[in-house]
């Protein structure tokens, strides 16, 4: 397994997933609920985040090849898509690329069951995630590069599982400041990711050769 291609990936859906600020949120979430029933959603929530997220891994050629849109152009808007979200995670900001909305919120807390909304879906499989998924696995070039893309979808998920089963815990110890610090490290990292790839999808449309002739 190529090894630098999972630790991409494994590295943009780190930050695009938001391991570290589901743990604040589900912790807000599911105060009122049992141990059971936080396992429970957090596991359901999981698998439901896996299928989507493995489900636009497989099927990212081909929605690109319907819509016409060139692995080039969706390196470069995914890279832009990605910086956006790495500027809100090192200014603290909430857009909903990686996060949900106020109004979400407010609709989550009225729920009985939070695994399909918003855990599921924006929380773990949100327009982010979805995003570097497609752009993660349309930019392998054979099939050891794209399994390991996969792979690091699953252990995203299984930490991101780990992490609602002791979120809590997590909210206690890291507190609002250590999430803070966490989320503008990675943030950085994200950015300087999300710059590589415009930085190829460029290169790969051809336009500076073109500029250059």
């Known amino acids: 397994m190529p090894t630098t291609t999972f630790l991409v990936a494994f590295a943009t859906l780190f930050a695009t997933v938001g391991v570290a ?12 609920n049992t141990a059971k029933q936080r396992f429970a959603f957090a596991t359901r929530g999981v698998i439901i985040a896996g299928v989507i997220l493995l489900l636009f891994a497989v099927l990212g050629n081909p929605i690109l090849e319907v819509f016409g849109i060139t692995i080039p152009a969706l390196r470069t808007a995914g890279g832009l898509l990605l910086f956006l979200i790495a500027i809100d995670m090192v200014f603290a900001r909430h857009s909903g690329g990686t996060d949900i909305t106020d109004q979400e919120e407010v609709e989550a807390r009225s729920r009985e069951d939070i695994a399909v909304f918003p855990l599921a879906m924006p929380l773990l499989a949100g327009p982010g995630a979805i995003s570097a998924v497609i752009l993660l696995t349309t930019g ?19 930490l991101a599982w780990l992490t609602l089963l002791v979120a809590i815990p997590i909210q206690r110890l890291l507190g609002v400041t250590g999430l803070a610090v966490v989320s503008r490290v990675v943030g950085i990292l994200l950015a300087a990711l999300a710059v590589q790839f415009v930085f190829d999808g460029v290169k790969a449309s051809g336009l500076l050769a073109g500029a250059a002739a």
């Open 21 to 32: 600020d589901i743990a604040f949120i589900f912790a807000a979430l599911t105060k009122h």
């Open 140 to 158: 392998t070039h054979n099939p050891a590069e794209f399994w390991a893309v996969l792979v690091a979808i699953v252990v995203i998920l299984f």
